[in-house]
């Protein structure tokens, strides 16, 4: 598949503003970890290639192993996960499936439980942001492959 367009050369005061989110997001009360593995699962949901190259290799480089990245689209029925990723999967999916639904209370009260207010907004704004991504790569067919994680995602998981 060839890429449609490059946004990240044509649209560089929109990418701007794509990137401050990041910015913030790297600074956020969301561990750089937990942030990638979400990255990594909405990416799957959207089926995102670009996305999922891209959060696989910095997962790895953070030290995460295959076996739970292979099983993370299994996650409820995984014994990998701590209760504090299994609810930011249960709120990234719940977001992600918006038109399924809706977010349940149910889903609310689980990532109540395991996030305080301040980290329930990051991690919102993790998941609508990574939503955003997949779907500007989707559309202009960003091609999987070439990224490499930066000499800072060398260090072990946060």
Same mark, same amino acid.
């Given at each position: 598949?060839?890429?449609?367009l490059?946004?990240?050369?044509?649209?560089?005061?929109?990418?701007?503003?794509?990137?401050?989110?990041?910015?913030?997001?790297?600074? *956020?009360?969301i561990?750089?970890?937990?942030?990638?593995?979400?990255?990594?699962?909405? *990416?799957?949901?959207?089926?995102?290639?670009?996305?999922?190259?891209?959060?696989?290799?910095?997962l790895?480089?953070?030290?995460?192993?295959?076996?739970?990245?292979?099983?993370?689209?299994?996650?409820?029925?995984?014994?990998?996960?701590?209760?504090?990723?299994?609810?930011?999967?249960?709120?990234?999916?719940?977001?992600t499936?918006?038109?399924?639904?809706?977010?349940?209370?149910?889903?609310?009260?689980?990532?109540?439980?395991e996030?305080?207010?301040?980290?329930?907004?990051?991690?919102?704004?993790?998941?609508?942001?990574i939503?955003?991504?997949?779907?500007?790569s989707?559309?202009?067919?960003?091609?999987?492959?070439?990224?490499?994680?930066?000499k800072?995602?060398?260090?072990?998981?946060?």
């Amino acid at each position: 598949m060839d890429q449609r367009l490059d946004y990240s050369e044509k649209g560089k005061e929109a990418m701007k503003a794509m990137y401050g989110l990041e910015l913030y997001l790297a600074k *956020s009360s969301i561990e750089r970890h937990l942030l990638h593995l979400i990255k990594f699962r909405v *990416s799957q949901i959207n089926g995102c290639a670009y996305c999922l190259d891209m959060h696989s290799k910095d997962l790895r480089a953070a030290g995460e192993t295959e076996q739970r990245l292979y099983m993370l689209d299994a996650w409820r029925e995984s014994p990998f996960y701590t209760d504090r990723e299994r609810a930011a999967l249960e709120w990234a999916e719940a977001l992600t499936l918006v038109t399924e639904g809706h977010v349940r209370d149910e889903v609310y009260e689980i990532a109540k439980a395991e996030f305080n207010e301040q980290e329930l907004i990051d991690l919102t704004l993790a998941v609508t942001t990574i939503n955003a991504w997949n779907r500007i790569s989707i559309a202009f067919r960003t091609t999987p492959g070439t990224y490499q994680p930066p000499k800072l995602a060398h260090h072990s998981a946060e």
